[in-house]
Each structure stands twice: as structure tokens, then as C-alpha cells.
């Protein structure tokens, strides 16, 4: 399977980038040329030079600085949001695809109704009652993202669950949870991952629009849509705040997307035509 | 004076995957008119796709790259893809194995029936009714006139086979094919649909190629013979003569899985 | 099909009362009441006001009381008044309801007037140059931050062009305009914020078009379709078609959600009056009463929208406009 990864261009790209991101955002003490937090008012709003790479903001601050430590925020964000509604997803389709019946309707109804809420409405809501810290972004994103997930799962464990190694197992007197963990969930588990791929990206794009919209990570904490928040207020006159950001936010999210839909052709074989 | 309906000499059609896949690998045969020719072999022998073949209606990665098929003088290989438009579904006409999924689910057999007479005949659509309604009727689908307006989910996969004859007798073709008309249907609907098929080839004067894997039905339908196995006709031949006197020994096991021929 | 819709509906009841216990759920997730935030940190607000509002959230009730309460105001869309401004809730949503579903039924017209040929022109020349361009747009449509290309845009359309204008959905001088210049005013307006609420959608649909079709384009049915001697358009445009579009009409109706989140953002970037933006004010206000209400009318427009969505799919599909005869 390594080999069929090697091949496939967009997983390949996806990854890489994602890894260089990654390095990126690891060693931003040693690549950012300024502290991002650092004000400085004889500087502010200068275009892009060989002191400011990518310009500075409305306080003087370096922006290159703060789009690297930026991304330490957005992909961590990205990341653990995800997780979250890995988990949550896994968690309640497993067991609406084992056990079916009562469980599997009740469990179905309810992402039925949680998908009824327009996505960022939710988000907004809950967090303009918890207060915007980065936990709380993280939690929140993860906790209205694990519908698909869920539906992904147990539509692998329907068809799962009659296999004979299943009977097998159950015969050999083992528990439910046993099953579901060491042999269905990792049978089940291709759908999942790519599903979760594309997520990061989509983690990623929910926090820069809270961010942007104010109500996201909050400055002096860099997060690529905080710092895209002064480009709304500088239109035309400063682009480098809007431009900048909003590459690496495109080229992060298309990354992941990349990765994703590459991982979709390999776990999911399709009858290949021209 | 030809007296053949169909020559193909030398039909090669092979699939271009990872690897080649030689699925008819220089195929020959004659058909006399007014002649049923039966196509007996396994299931990827290669039977079904020498009949797409016929018809040109070979998809990537297949391609047809050897080969003549003679029909009323002209070669179907060479010929474009307008022309071949003209002869499907009204010269030559087949009739598929699944009768499920060989109808479009969301137009009604009325209009799928109509649709495949004004696609070759001048005439206006009333007459198409008219002539789809006496079709209907013909291969004996009771209440053929409420089954106009039905859609497909809600017939029977006897009676939408039925109407897979009808839809390839309405514009009474020269040569139909039939592409293992039975095999997904109940052994009791089978005995019907053969039964019709006797009846619409003495009635219609049709020339026929009849695809199958069951040795009996082959028996039973047609006069000539050829065995295909792996891409190849092996054996070809009279009806008869093959059965009593079969010279390759995949057709002797053929023969022995039908029980009914001793 | 009456049925059909008539058992659709029936189906509804439950989902409704989800919605309730959730948006419930979310109003009592701060820690201490819903009142207390708010007001703690807000020394304007009176002694009268906390008490209308406890009373208004029914917290000196029990919880089962409240709930109850709850479900009797959802349903008779009893949202109070906004902290902000104190009038009733469901008049400020009801001025900025028509521009918010203005916006997102012109752009819905978009996606399928745009999405739907890419993604079948997709489908159907595989290798052309316009199905690979369409196949790199949707890659990059599904990355792009909508809020960064509303930004793009106005900058580029809006100061450097001077083309469209960027804010709000009248020009200064409105009131002197003819009536077709009202309506060429608004329609300017409405040019920037329609495209950037359309393009994320855009992307998916015609993505999930161009699968349908070639999935559809598989089938047997198709292969008899050839076999009959019908033109190539015919078989595509008829026959695969007509099948290949039902399933985009079931993701039409999913994807409302996300339009109506959507309005958050461009109506904030571009000022629009409409449900979004009074969200946006209101989350920023942490005025409760309003979050609430148009929280729970999203979704309840979602609720219709699947509804519909789901009228028109069984409309459309004849297996199941009859509850088969089989």
C-alpha cells in the first residue's frame, strides 16, 4: 500500500506540504525574525521589506513573525478538533452499527438533529456563551463535526459485523467492546481517515472564520484569522495583511484536501476507467 | 445470392488494463439467415462481449482491433458511427441478460418503447403507440395496455424481459441477439420466456444469435453451434452433429452437465 | 406521494423536539444561569431587567418546568426581547429574514445554473481542458476561505475597479432612483456577497454532479439505451441525466445548512442587513435572547429545506412517487 501512496500525485503533494507546515510551525522560534507579539508604533502598516518580509500590522508587529507562530495555533486547532470528533463520531457509530435496533435509531435521530443546525450558528452560539479560548474553540469545532464520521462508521460496521470472523469471535465467548475495538473498528477505519484528512482542513477553515470574525482565538494570540481581521479594516491599503494569511490558509487547507481525496483513491478502489 | 445474414471473421476485441486481457481473441462464424445460431461457453468465455462487439458497443478500456463483420455486404467495423446508429435497435436488435437493470428506471415502458420506434421510423407518435401496444401484445404481457404507462419497479422480471423482446422486435430487425435472455429469471418464468422465443422466431423470420451457458437451453433453441472458451469458438457446428459426436473434451463436459442430453 | 410527505412530516415531530432539547442545552451551558454572565459584567443592567430575564428563562423554575416552558416558546417562536434594544426578538428577525433568504435563494439558483453542467461537462468529455480546469477550481474552491475571497473581491472589483459597490445592499441615494434603477441598485449590491455565498457550494455539487453522472453513465440501462441506436446526447442528456441528477437533489437540500451558516460571514464583510448579520451583532453583544432565536430558526429554515428537498426528490424519482405496486 506504501507503493500505491508513493504513486498517487495528490496524496504525495498533500503530504509533503503538510510536513513542511508542520516543520514549520515546530521550529518558529528559530525562523520568526521578531517576537509576533512584540508593538512596535514607529512601524506600523510598512509594506513588505527586507526588515519585514511580509509587512507589519496596525501595532507595528512583524506579520511574517506571527503567521509562523500562527500556524502553530491553526494546525494544533486543526488537529485536536478533529480528534475530538474522531472520537465522538467512532464512538457513538460503532455502537449504532453493532447493536442496531433501538440504540441504532435513537443514535441516527440524533445526528439527524444535530445536522439541522446550520454549523457556524452552533459554533458561534456556544462559544459566545463559554468565551473564546482556544480550548473551547477546539472542543466546540470537534463537537459539531462528528456527524459524518459517525454515519461512516456505521455504515462499515453493517457490513462488517456479518462476517464470519466476527461469529467467530463471539463464539470464542469474546465481549461485545472487543469486538467492536480490536476487529471492527480497525476494518472500518479507511473511510474514517479520509474523512478526518479532509476535516483538518475543514477545522482549520471554521477557526479562521472565527478568528476573522473576532470571536475565534483572540490577539495578541496570532492565528492566521485574527491577523486577517486588520485586512478587513485596511482594505486597499494594506493587502499584505490580507494576502498572506489567506495564502497559507488556502495552501494548508488544499494540502490536507489533497492528501484526503489521494487517500480516498487508494483505500476506496473504484473500478479504474478511462 | 448471399445467404449468410452475418460473417465475422477474425474478431478481436481486447481490454487494456494493467494488462491485456484477450477476451475475443479471433472469433469466427457464419449465420445463415433465418438461422439460430447459439453461442455456448462459460461465463467469461467471451460470449457477451463478442455480441457488444457485433453492435460496436465495446467501451474503453475494450477496443476491437481485428477483424470484419459483414452484414448486408459492409463491414460493422469500418463503418461510422452514424451509420452503425441506424442498425442498432432496428436491424440488428439484442436483447440483455439482466432484465432489471436494463430498463431506465424513471421513464415508463410506454415511453421507452416509443422512443425506440422514433428513433428509426418515420412515423408520428400515435402511430409509435400503436405499434408499441401491438409489440406489448405480441410477446404476451397481459394487461399490456396499463403495462404502457407502468415504470419498470413495478412489474416482474418476467414481464420486464418481455419487454426487452418487444423493445427489440418493434422495428423488426434482421438479426436479434439474445444475450443469455434467461438466466436471471425463475426456472418457471425461464420455461415461458423460451416458450415465447419459439414462438416469435417462427412468426418473425428472424436470423438469431442465442448466448448461454446452459448447454440445454442451446439445445433446445437453436440449429448451429460453435463452443467458446476463452476468447475462442473451439468447436462449431450443426446442433447435432456436436452433440453426438463432440471432438473437444471441454464440450464433452459441457454436455455432461446437462443431464437431459444422453 | 401525498403519503409520502404526509409521513415525512409526521417524522418531523421528533426531530423538532430534538432541536428543542439541544438549543436548551446550549442556552444552560454556562457555568451558573445564562443571566449571570451577562449581567454580572454589565453594570447597566437593571434589577427589573435580570428579574424579566430570569423570569423570562423561567430559572426560578425546576428543570423539566423550564424545558417545558421552552418547547411552548419555541413553538409559538416566543424568543423575548434583545438585551440590545429590548424589542421583541422575533420582529428584528422577521425585518432581516427576506434579505438573508433573498441572498441565499439567488445564489442556490447560481449552484445549480453553474454547478450542475461543470460538473456534467465533467463527467461527460473527461479529458477536455474545461473538466480538468473544473477539477483544479473545485479543489482550490474547497480550500479558499470564504471570508479571504470576499476580501479579495472587494478589494478587486470594489476599490481598485470601482465596479460594485462594497457594502451594504443600497447605494446613498436610493430613495431618487426610478424603480428599475432601485432594483439595478440592489441587484449591484447583491452581485458580491450572491458569488462568495455560492462558491464554496459551488465547488461540492458540481464534484458530486460529475460522480453521480459517471456512476449513473455505468449502468445497464445505458448500455440498452446505445443498443437501441439512440444518439449519443440523447443517451446522455435523457437517459443518464435524469437519474444522475436525484441524488444531487438530496445533497441540494443538506448543503442549506451550510448556507444559511455562511450568511454570517459575507453579510458581516458586507455589511447586508440581513439574518447573519443581526447574529453576528448579537454573538458580539452577547445579547442571549436573539442568539437563541435565530439559532433555533436556522434551524427550523434547514428543517423546510430538507423538507422540500425531500418533496422534490420523491417528485422527481417515480420509484418513489408510488409506494410500490411491486
Request: hydrophobic share 45%; no cysteine.
Given at each position: 500500500m506504501t507503493r500505491a501512496f508513493l504513486k498517487n500525485r495528490f496524496a504525495l503533494t498533500g503530504l509533503v506540504f503538510i510536513i513542511a507546515i508542520i516543520i514549520f510551525s515546530l521550529f518558529a522560534p528559530f525562523i520568526a525574525p521578531y517576537n509576533p507579539s512584540h508593538i512596535d508604533t514607529k512601524n506600523i502598516l510598512t509594506s513588505p521589506s527586507k526588515d519585514h518580509l511580509f509587512g507589519t500590522d496596525t501595532l507595528g508587529r512583524d506579520i511574517f513573525s506571527r503567521i509562523v507562530y500562527g500556524s502553530r495555533i491553526s494546525l494544533s486547532i486543526g488537529f485536536i478538533a478533529v480528534g475530538i470528533a474522531v472520537l465522538i463520531g467512532v464512538f457513538l457509530g460503532s455502537v449504532a452499527g453493532y447493536y442496531g435496533g433501538k440504540i441504532d435509531s435513537i443514535l441516527m435521530r440524533f445526528v439527524d438533529i444535530m445536522l439541522c443546525f446550520p454549523t457556524l450558528f452552533l459554533i458561534l452560539a456556544v462559544i459566545a456563551i463559554l468565551e473564546?479560548?482556544?480550548?473551547?474553540?477546539?472542543?466546540?469545532?470537534?463537537?459539531?463535526?462528528w456527524m459524518g464520521v459517525a454515519r461512516l462508521i456505521r455504515a462499515e460496521i453493517l457490513t462488517l459485523k456479518e462476517r464470519d470472523y466476527v461469529a467467530a469471535a463471539k463464539v470464542m465467548g469474546a465481549s461485545d467492546s472487543w469486538i467492536i475495538l480490536r476487529h471492527l473498528i480497525p476494518n472500518a477505519i479507511g473511510p474514517v481517515l479520509v474523512s478526518a484528512t479532509l476535516g483538518i482542513g475543514g477545522a482549520i477553515l471554521v477557526e479562521s472564520s472565527l478568528s476573522?470574525?473576532?470571536?475565534?482565538?483572540?490577539?495578541?494570540?496570532?492565528?492566521?484569522?485574527?491577523?486577517?481581521?486588520?485586512?478587513?479594516?485596511?482594505?486597499?491599503?494594506?493587502?499584505?495583511?490580507?494576502?498572506?494569511?489567506?495564502?497559507f490558509i488556502l495552501l494548508t487547507v488544499l494540502a490536507y484536501n489533497l492528501l484526503g481525496e489521494g487517500l480516498r483513491d487508494i483505500l476506496e478502489p473504484r473500478l479504474k476507467d478511462e | 445470392m448471399n445467404d449468410k445474414i452475418l460473417e465475422v471473421k477474425n474478431l478481436?476485441?481486447?481490454?487494456?488494463?494493467?494488462?491485456?486481457?484477450?477476451?475475443?481473441?479471433?472469433?469466427?462464424?457464419?449465420?445463415?439467415?433465418?438461422?439460430?445460431f447459439g453461442l455456448v461457453g462459460e461465463s467469461g468465455s467471451g460470449k457477451t462481449l463478442t455480441a457488444l462487439s457485433v453492435l460496436k458497443l465495446i467501451n474503453p478500456p475494450g477496443k476491437t482491433i481485428d477483424g470484419q463483420i459483414i452484414f448486408d455486404g459492409a463491414d460493422l467495423l469500418k463503418m461510422d458511427e452514424d451509420s452503425l446508429r441506424d442498425i442498432r435497435g432496428s436491424r440488428i436488435s439484442i436483447v440483455f441478460q439482466d432484465p432489471s437493470t436494463a430498463l431506465n428506471p424513471v421513464f415508463t415502458i410506454g415511453y421507452q418503447m416509443i422512443e425506440a420506434v422514433l428513433a428509426h421510423q418515420k412515423v408520428n407518435r400515435v402511430k409509435a403507440k400503436g405499434l408499441s401496444l401491438e409489440y406489448l401484445n405480441k410477446v404476451h404481457i397481459g394487461q399490456h395496455k396499463k403495462v404502457f404507462y407502468d415504470y419498470p419497479h413495478q412489474l416482474s422480471g418476467g414481464t420486464k424481459q418481455r419487454v426487452s423482446i418487444?423493445?427489440?422486435?418493434?422495428?423488426?430487425?434482421?438479426?436479434?441477439?439474445?444475450?443469455?435472455?434467461?438466466?436471471?429469471?425463475?426456472v418457471t418464468i425461464q420455461a415461458q420466456i423460451l416458450d415465447l422465443l419459439d414462438e416469435i422466431i417462427k412468426e418473425e423470420h428472424l436470423s438469431i444469435i442465442f448466448i448461454s451457458h446452459d448447454f440445454g437451453i442451446i439445445a433446445r433453441m437453436c440449429d448451429h453451434v460453435?463452443?467458446?472458451?476463452?476468447?475462442?469458438?473451439?468447436?462449431?457446428?450443426?446442433?447435432?452433429?456436436?452433440?453426438?459426436?463432440p471432438k473437444e473434451s471441454y464440450t464433452r463436459n459441457l454436455l455432461e452437465s446437462v443431464k437431459a442430453l444422453s | 406521494m401525498v403519503s409520502y410527505i404526509i409521513r415525512r412530516l409526521f417524522g418531523l415531530?421528533?426531530?423538532?423536539?430534538?432541536?428543542?432539547?439541544?438549543?436548551?442545552?446550549?442556552?444552560?451551558?454556562?457555568?451558573?444561569?445564562?443571566t449571570d454572565i451577562q449581567t454580572s459584567l454589565n453594570p447597566k443592567v437593571s434589577y427589573e431587567a435580570r428579574l424579566r430575564l430570569e423570569r423570562l428563562y423561567g430559572l426560578d423554575k425546576p428543570a423539566y418546568l423550564q424545558y417545558l416552558d421552552w418547547v411552548k416558546r419555541f413553538a409559538t417562536l416566543n424568543f423575548g426581547s434583545s438585551y440590545v434594544d429590548d424589542r421583541n426578538v422575533l420582529d428584528k428577525i422577521k425585518e432581516r429574514i427576506p434579505i438573508t433568504l433573498l441572498i441565499n435563494i439567488l445564489s442556490l439558483i447560481l449552484i445549480l445554473c453553474i454547478g450542475i453542467p461543470l460538473g456534467i461537462i465533467s463527467a461527460v468529455k473527461r479529458k477536455s481542458v474545461l473538466a480538468r480546469l473544473s477539477t483544479v477550481f473545485v479543489f482550490i474552491g474547497f480550500s479558499t476561505p470564504e471570508f479571504w475571497l470576499a476580501l479579495l473581491l472587494m478589494n478587486l472589483f470594489g476599490i481598485s475597479l470601482g465596479l460594485l459597490p462594497i457594502s451594504g445592499i443600497k447605494s446613498l441615494d436610493f430613495e431618487y432612483f426610478t424603480l428599475t434603477g432601485k432594483i439595478l441598485d440592489v441587484a449591484r449590491h447583491l452581485i458580491l456577497p450572491v458569488a462568495i455565498a455560492a462558491f464554496g457550494s459551488l465547488a461540492g455539487i458540481s464534484r458530486y454532479m460529475r460522480s453521480s453522472m459517471i456512476g449513473t453513465i455505468?449502468?445497464?440501462?445505458?448500455?440498452?439505451?446505445r443498443a437501441k441506436g439512440l444518439s449519443q446526447s440523447q443517451v446522455l442528456y435523457k437517459h443518464a441525466l435524469k437519474n444522475a441528477i436525484l441524488p444531487v437533489i438530496t445533497i441540494m437540500g443538506l448543503s442549506i445548512p451550510g448556507l444559511i451558516g455562511g450568511s454570517v460571514i459575507f453579510e458581516s464583510i458586507f455589511a447586508i442587513p440581513g439574518m447573519g448579520r443581526l447574529f453576528y451583532d448579537s454573538v458580539m453583544a452577547r445579547d442571549y435572547p436573539t442568539i437563541m432565536g435565530i439559532l433555533s430558526i436556522g434551524a427550523i429554515l434547514t428543517l423546510l429545506g430538507n423538507l422540500l428537498a425531500d418533496i422534490a426528490y420523491s417528485y422527481a424519482d417515480p420509484r418513489m412517487r408510488m409506494t410500490g405496486n411491486d
Open positions: 473564546p479560548s482556544i480550548f473551547n474553540i477546539m472542543v466546540v469545532i470537534g463537537a459539531t463535526g476573522f470574525l473576532g470571536i475565534g482565538v483572540q490577539p495578541p494570540t496570532p492565528s492566521w484569522g485574527n491577523i486577517l481581521m486588520d485586512g478587513k479594516s485596511t482594505l486597499g491599503v494594506a493587502w499584505w495583511l490580507t494576502i498572506f494569511p489567506g495564502i | 478481436k476485441t481486447y481490454f487494456y488494463t494493467s494488462q491485456v486481457i484477450r477476451a475475443v481473441d479471433g472469433v469466427s462464424f457464419d449465420i445463415k439467415k433465418g438461422e439460430v418487444a423493445m427489440a422486435l418493434v422495428n423488426s430487425p434482421e438479426l436479434l441477439i439474445l444475450d443469455e435472455p434467461t438466466t436471471a429469471l425463475d460453435g463452443v467458446m472458451y476463452k476468447g475462442r469458438i473451439i468447436e462449431q457446428g450443426e446442433k447435432y452433429d456436436i452433440i453426438k459426436n | 415531530v421528533p426531530v423538532f423536539f430534538g432541536i428543542t432539547i439541544i438549543s436548551f442545552f446550549v442556552i444552560h451551558l454556562a457555568p451558573g444561569k445564562p455505468r449502468q445497464d440501462f445505458i448500455r440498452t439505451a
